[in-house]
């Protein structure tokens, strides 16, 4: 939800905002600005409605030599998509942007008499104007006042127009790194946009002030008194965030998903038992609970739909699985005695963190499942276990999905030895077959391009309807996300049995239905649903396990995944649904990475 990046030092500022911008394009991509204010320089101002290439475009020409700038990528909440919107905003003296929204807007407008002076529809703009309203040639009083009045979530990046050469940073909830070598100092929403120059890093307290500058990175309360920064250290380099001659970030991290499950699932065995040790993550918590509440949004939340589906029967205790922005406004059954399992890949959803903040006022513990180092939600959460997925940088979540997977797997195992449902045999067999998901995975991206016609199938449907029973509803939901968010295509997943009460009417001839049949025990039910919608005229494309028997006339498409047991099939079958929306998305033409109206890391509730 909007990226936001800052720089001071002696590198070409516009230089180093642009490269920036185009690193954490994926958090916003509506309009893009950026603005300069460097000793001996009149303060610049470019800001352009479209991409961030559309803003190199106009800065092409620029004959400039600043070292100090911020710069801004939206994702639009407050004002339509225009150049006016677009950050940064200006107001008197002060310059800035801003991720987040400020919920007291209207109030503040009314309240200090803006009202003719605004020029955009900004709720950003409103805050410039107070900062501007209490700047009196002492930045730190003015952010003082100012933030006393903001209700909301906020990232401030400030520039007085007469200190030149320094940026003023404070946020409240929205994420904000910042950095510092020698001779350049920089603030950026994540750190994708600071590994060009350096991989250590530190996350901006909330409500405590840093202040770029040249030579320095000051970090301090609100009271002045100077704090030393805790530093972390990103473990991937550079490259992890290039596309690395594959077309699109999507297709590069499906193909990372072997490597990212190796790297989530080996480091936590220990003679081939799950072992925790090093996350810090102890047995009681694993023994001490009644029941599991799963929290996360999106394809996080479908991953933890799976984790009900793998828990629930294993461990015989309830495990619900909540959509985080209802959670909070639904009076969760959340007590000291519930274990809430959070998911979240950026570690900064706003409902997943208001959840998991309710969740710790309810007296659960909260286990983190958690890809961003450092994250919001991995600072908040009583345990964190870390993916090792690197950098996801295309909107559609891949491999982060596939290691959340592997991470409840991980935890479902430990937690069925520290319940004494597993004896060691039982989880080493475990382990071992969730281990051959790897070359699972692998087997179906060495046959990728047999995806391709059934893509181009559904690139030319309006709909499209996902079903399976037990765990393959499960994974369908999240095939079916992953469709309509990059095609555009309408999809929806269902039980396959429900389809007879209601949905089945909206099957007819050609509709494409992606059937998902992989659980043994279910497999003939399954089928019997499947030849229900293709009495109807629809275009089955059916996915079974390869030793399964399939009738010849039952679909158009068959894919085959390694034979497995059931508890493991997601892996593969995730890996066909993932590529067949790729393709489609693809073969439609349309922006992969960045689909319309999306944004990576949703920080506004
Ligand atoms: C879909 C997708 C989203 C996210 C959701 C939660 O492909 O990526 O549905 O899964 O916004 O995001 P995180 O995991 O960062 O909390």
Known sequence: MCGIIGYTGQMDALKVLLNGLEQLEYRGYDSA??????????????????????LKESCAELKVESHCGIGHTRWATHGGVNDINAHPHIAGRVTLIHNGIIENYHNLIERFGFQDSLVSETDTEVA??????????????AIKKTIRELTGAYAFCIMFEDIPDEIFCIRNVSPMVAAHIEGSSFVASDVTALIPYTNRYFVIPEYELVILKKDDIILEDLDGNRKEPEFLEVSWNLEAAKKNGFPHYMLKEIHEQPEALRNTILPRLENGLPDFTEDRIPDSLFSGCDKIAIVACGTAMY???????????????PVSVNIASEYRYESPLVDERTLVIVISQSGETIDTLAALRLSKELGAKVLSIVNVKGSTIARESDH????????????????????QLASLYLIACRMAMARGVYQETD?????????EAVPAVEKILAKKDRIKTAASILAKAQDAFFVGRGLDYAFSLEGSLKLKEISYIHAEAYAAGELKHGTIALIEKQTPVIAVATQDHIYGKTLSNVREVRARGAFVILITKKDAEVPEDICDIHFAIPASSDQFTVFPVAVILQLLAYYTSDMKGLNVDKPRNLAKSVTVE
Request: charged share 20%.
């Open 427 to 435: 989880a080493a067999a475990f382990v071992s077959r969730l281990l």
């Open 384 to 403: 964190v276990f870390y993916t090792h997925a690197g950098p996801e940088i295309a909107v559609a979540s891949t491999k982060a999905y596939m290691v």
């Open 128 to 141: 410039a104007r107070l900062f501007d309203y209490y700047y009196e040639g002492n930045p730190r009083e």
């Open 303 to 317: 991953a933890g739909m799976v984790g009900k589906a793998l828990m629930e029967p294993l461990l015989k205790i």
């Open 33 to 54: 600005g950026v603005a300069l204010l460097s000793s001996g320089h009149d303060r610049l101002l470019i800001k352009k409605a479209g991409p961030v290439a559309t």
